[in-house]
């Protein structure tokens, strides 16, 4: 193993010589980056801009009152005529209104996959790409519970949607070594004479409660 | 199951595969159909991006400093994957890289492996290595899944299948998972996948991966996708086994900010794929709870090692080339006798393997440069075309009749009295083959066509140029001899 590892190396390096640290340093500080970083629209333009991307992809959105979660949960659960939910640790109580709320328990793949229905929030909301950023923290859970499951009903707090990629990676780079998945509406594939189809393995259906 | 991958040692000339598939009109309307709209939809998805060409730089001089760096960063990746709870393994070559694959599996006592859509696999034969090793590889992406149901070979970086249309896709799911009565609409096929394969996900432990980047920094690994099939095989299985070639690590977290823009908008004209995934090594009690990375040099240093061709590795396997080139639209992917197809693949392929195909893959170009022009990473393909046919004429030696010819018109272009001496030459040489007669050529007055006169008909060599296309005769006076005349006056 060390062999291959050593006359790789060794190759790259003949290829193009060495560099100390510091120059390594130097070189990548000089990186030009002129890109748009920061948001240009309006909170209230974020949130609408947001909203579109996310309808663009068949997500259902629901822009609420904090107060109004609740009883927004209990609505969507009962026309989609949900009657369990699965739910990762930690997340907020008072949202589990409607339906049975079953915790994540650590369950099998096959276990996993007699849920129909998953219930979140998640870290971030990205408005240009209609991003949601799931990570395994509290509340948003390990990574298999919100793709098994067909249905994922999403709860984010507007507060935390930012306009731009770039905005939402840098406030990820706290918290960069977590499990970090982005999901921009649901599962599609376009393979079969570039036709969308919705849902071929993750969630066919979701819904985003946005909470203001 | 098996299948004959394409192979650039054993395949044909990019010529005369092209010659076969030009004739199968379903195809290249397939080709064509599928390409026109990816484009369409990548044109839109970029003209609303403001910072376009400054997050292609960024992303261009990104790439540059992490192959200049290529060595510190593997290492740091390495370093941090390991603390990660990672393994991290180095193959030479293909077999190399094959056998670590086949041992890690072996070790593990499995018979079987999902996969998620890997050209790196592709590249290097992978399932063909696991099938004589008796481990049976399931492809999980759809396209993947098409191509392997129906022992077909990829065509195209990011829509492998795009070569099939949904007719024939549903003659092969029929006949492969044995449903007579499945329907021919998208969404039928769609779901017909999704049930033959997730009991394979649920049930499979171990899986195999490429990777679209690795990040230094956190010894992470991303994988960006649609369908969903990449996060089943990464987070459902106990072992995942990633094979990625050097060439995708890059320094920091941070610079992802540029590349997850780019790399979608380009691929399949979407502002953000579907699922993007990000992770760094083994967390307790989240996914794979043994993690292996084989990191593949398979050729790749070589191309590092010429300043002209490095570039190429700068590669984000985008696949916007493939669908603006004009001589991939008409003959799809197959015809590059290699998984890398259209522009890239014809720079990549003779790279990493020096065979037969740097003879052929370089001339499977026009040159018109729209390559270039929508690499995410500004990847300057015709350069690289240029800088490659170069060497194969070098190869073939100064007496090969391209060599001399352009060896006779260095000669002559580097003295004015040469150059002046030859026009007179060439006017005379060419008069015989002049036709005086009404041109139909668009943009020239019809006088001034009929005066100057075509060349319909030149012999040997040269009429390489003339099958298929008309050249104009020399005018009758020179540039020069009429300034020259002027000033007298």
Known sequence: MSTAREVILNRIRVAKGTSPAEAVNQSYSSIQRDYQSVASFSRE?????????????????????????????????RDRNIQRVLVPEGLPAEWQVGAEFIVDRGF????????????????????????????????????????????????????????????????????????????????????????????????????????? | MSRVPLDPRTAPTFQQAAKTLLGDAQLRKNVRHATDVIQAKRRKLVEEKQDWQQLRESARQIRAHSLQHLDVYLEEFERNFTRAGGVVHWARDAREAQSIVVGLVKQLGANEVIKIKSMTTEEIHLNNALEESGIRAYETDLAELIIQLGEDQP????????????????????????????????????????????????????????????????????????????????????????????????????????????????????????????????????????????????????????????????CIRCGACQNACPVYRQTG?????????????????????????????????????????????????????????????????????????????????????????????????????????????????????TKSGWIGWLPGLLGGWTDTRDLQAMPKETFRDWWEKRGKA
């Open chain 2, 155 to 314: 065509s195209h970086i990011v829509v492998p299948a795009l070569h099939k249309n949904r007719a024939q896709i549903r003659e092969i799911f029929r006949k492969a998972m044995d449903l007579p009565d499945l329907g021919d609409k998208p969404a039928d096929l769609a779901d017909a996948a999704r049930r033959f394969l997730r009991e394979k996900f649920l049930r499979v432990k171990t899986a195999v991966s490429g990777a679209n980047f690795l990040i230094a920094e956190t010894g992470g690994i991303c994988i960006v996708e649609s369908e969903g099939n990449g996060r089943m095989c990464l987070t459902l299985p106990e072992t995942l086994i990633s094979v990625v070639g050097i060439e995708k690590v890059i320094p920091r977290w941070s610079d992802l900010e540029a590349l997850v823009q780019l790399l979608p908008r380009s691929a399949t004209g979407e502002r953000m794929n579907p699922y993007s995934s990000f992770w760094s090594g083994i967390h307790p009690g989240d996914g794979p709870q043994t993690m292996h990375v084989v990191l593949l040099d398979n050729g790749r240093t070589d191309v590092l090692a010429d300043a002209e061709g490095r570039q190429t590795l700068q």
């Open chain 1, 45 to 77: 333009k974020i949130l609408h801009l947001f909203e579109d991307r996310l309808r663009d992809y068949d997500a259902n959105v629901y822009c609420v009152d904090s107060q109004q979660v609740a009883s927004t949960v209990a609505a969507v659960l």
């Open chain 2, 333 to 449: 992917g197959h015809a590059y006798g290699s998984v890398y197809a259209g522009p890239i693949g014809a720079i990549l392929t003779p790279q990493l393997m020096h065979m037969d195909h740097s003879q052929t893959l370089p001339y499977a170009s026009s040159l018109c440069g729209a390559c270039y022009e929508v690499c995410p990473v500004k990847i300057n393909i015709p350069e690289v075309l240029i800088h490659l046919r170069n060497k194969v004429v070098e190869q073939n030696g100064w007496y090969a009749p391209e060599s001399l010819a352009m060896k006779a018109v260095a000669f002559v272009f580097r003295s004015e009295r040469r150059f002046r001496a030859a026009q007179r030459l060439g006017r005379i040489a060419e008069s015989p083959l002049v036709k005086r007669e009404k041109s139909t050529f668009p943009i020239l007055d019809q006088e001034e066509a």
């Open chain 1, 108 to 212: 099998t793949p096959t276990e996993l996959d007699q849920f129909t229905s998953v219930m979140t929030t998640a870290t971030l909301g990205i408005a240009e790409t209609g991003t949601i950023v799931l990570q395994t923290l509290p509340g948003q859970g390990r990574r298999a519970i919100t793709l098994v499951p067909d249905y994922h009903l999403c709860i984010l707090p507007a507060s935390k949607v930012v306009e731009t990629v770039v905005e939402g990676m840098h406030i990820l780079e706290a918290t960069k070594n977590l499990p970090t998945t982005f999901f921009s509406g649901p599962s599609a594939t376009a393979d079969i004479e570039m036709t969308r189809i919705k849902g071929v393995h993750g969630p066919r259906f979701v819904d985003v409660v946005i909470a203001l």
